[in-house]
């Protein structure tokens, strides 16, 4: 088995994974530490190292909050479950997992960008182990990057100190720098330099659609997976707002950065570079700050929903999709009255009637079927809307899913981040009482995944060597996806009355940034 590699900056050794056919390394450096007056800047690369750098361990998770103290929060039951976890700025490794046994092979490589809303997460969580996939002949890449005030502070002085360069998106730019590392070094862990796919959930998967439309990623990666990214994430009631939904315009977030600055009682960014990163995540959290994605006019031109808009997505093949019960709206009662609340609220005035219809028509005029039929679940609207404008501007590939098992253990249903369990097929690592069924989607959508990830579709054979479940790609005719549930089948028809009222609403509001 391959268990040392070269690096471009010296050799690393890695360890056995629980199955020895599987090396992996944890803990590389792909920058240099992001500290001092390295703290807000892109990243730099990393230090050599002479020697062999022995590469067992995960690196320090990036500032954040501390994980798994909330014990109302569901993921802190789910997989936040070490409050003592390492925890740094210097924060920039990435781990592999390999099945080469030489540098030779060459095979499909997968790069991992996990969610948190950009403010809290880390590549070590326990549902991302990456050895399921590669045990499908895969190299798994995961790659850690920095979030909250120290991934995504804009303030006039960087916007200054960096004319001709982006002024934001540190951690945007980290994952970047991920991605561009495992390009210049995969080959020698086994892997293809141009057969890599990006995936990534919830932050993730917004990261891998802000990647999909940077003309500075053009050409860095192959295919692209997006969990719960949001597709064309733009309801609401006002152009405006669809404008910033995925990214703020520059002077909005430097304005934040100089509220910030004052609240640190800090006149420069010189001063602020010098503050402890404890103390500057204490100041953080007092804050209440959110820090997410900034149009800087250089790696983010325009938010993801202008930039595909307009046609400048990469040409690539993508899936996309959500889960069942993410982000839902409901009305609060079976009244007509409660749905024109909902209506007026969530789309103006002037929608409200069309939305009224809309959902009654869903119902079969059924009034008592409201608060349990009408789901707005804005992710599956997005996700829609991504496969629909792709096929408008010619693209191909592009295949849409629904994530829907019977979850057990509780009452959250098919709550946003399940589905992570069942890609990584790691599900013998939950406390859920998973049974059979749960099992076999899991070991079909972790082929689904790897086979996209080989060839750009996703179909092939089950584990047995029988075919799974067609999955068509999107088509503009019916519009469908494939259902990820206790049953592996394509949908029978497209978005419903609700769902087509929903799509054409969006796309009617945004028309004009197609401009």
Not at 67 to 94: F, Q, R
Not at 390 to 413: Q, V
Request: one cysteine or more; glycine letters at 10%.
């Amino acid at each position: 088995m391959l268990r040392t590699a070269m690096t471009e900056t010296g050799l690393v050794s890695g360890v056995p994974a629980a199955d020895p056919r599987i090396t992996v390394f944890k803990g590389i450096p792909y920058a240099a530490p992001p500290i001092g007056e390295l703290r807000w800047r892109a990243p730099q690369p990393a230090i050599p190292w002479k020697g062999i750098r022995k590469c067992c361990e995960f690196g320090p998770i990036a500032m954040q909050d501390t994980p798994g103290l909330d014990p109302n929060d569901i993921y802190t039951k789910e997989w936040h479950v070490d409050s003592s976890i390492a925890m740094d700025e210097d924060c920039l490794h990435l781990n592999i997992w390999t099945p080469a046994k030489t540098r030779k092979e060459k095979l499909p490589v997968m790069v991992w960008i996990f969610g948190g809303g950009l403010q809290v997460g880390y590549p070590s969580e326990m549902e991302f182990d990456g050895e399921r996939l590669a045990r499908r002949g895969i190299v798994m890449v995961s790659v850690n990057y920095r979030l909250n005030v120290f991934g995504f502070l804009a303030h006039p002085e960087l916007t200054a100190e960096n004319p001709d360069t982006p002024c934001a998106n540190w951690g945007t730019l980290d994952q970047k720098a991920g991605i561009d590392w495992v390009g210049r070094n995969i080959a020698n862990f086994g892997g293809d330099p141009d057969n890599i796919t990006i995936f990534g959930q919830s932050a993730g998967g917004g990261s891998v659609q802000t990647h999909l439309a940077s003309p500075m990623a053009e050409g860095s990666f192959h295919k692209a997976i997006i969990h719960s990214g949001g597709g064309l994430f733009v309801s609401g009631p006002d152009l405006e707002g669809a404008k910033t939904r995925s990214a703020r315009p520059l002077a909005d977030a430097e304005k934040t950065g100089k509220e910030f600055f004052k609240f640190l009682k800090v006149k420069t960014l010189a001063e602020a570079r010098k503050i402890d990163a404890k103390t500057l995540i204490r100041k953080n959290q007092a804050f209440h700050g959110f820090w997410g994605f900034v149009i800087d006019g250089k790696y983010i031109p325009g938010t993801y929903t202008e930039m595909y808009l307009k046609g400048k997505q990469h040409r690539i093949p993508c899936i996309i999709g959500n889960t069942s019960d993410e982000f839902k709206m409901n009305p609060a009662e079976n009244t007509v009255k409660s749905l024109e609340e909902l209506g007026r609220r969530e789309f103006g005035e002037e929608n409200v009637q069309g939305f009224v219809d809309a959902c009654l028509k869903k119902v079969g005029g059924d009034v008592g079927k409201l608060t349990t039929s009408v789901n707005l679940n804005i992710f599956e609207i997005g996700s829609h809307m991504f496969c629909q404008n792709a096929l408008d501007h010619g693209l191909k590939n592009m295949y849409y899913y629904c994530f829907d098992p019977s979850i057990p253990g509780d009452d959250a249903g098919v709550f946003h981040s399940i589905d992570l369990w069942f890609a990584f097929e790691t599900l013998a690592k939950c406390w859920r009482p998973f049974t059979g069924r749960h099992y076999d989607l899991a070991r079909r959508m972790c082929n689904y995944w790897t086979n996209f990830a080989r060839t750009g579709d996703p179909n092939g054979l089950d584990s047995d060597g029988t075919p799974m479940p067609e999955w068509k790609p999107y088509n503009k005719a019916d519009k469908t996806g494939i259902i990820l549930g206790d049953e592996i089948k394509m949908q029978e028809s497209g978005p419903d009355a609700l769902g087509s009222w929903l799509i054409d609403y969006n796309f009617d509001m945004i028309k004009a940034l197609r401009d």
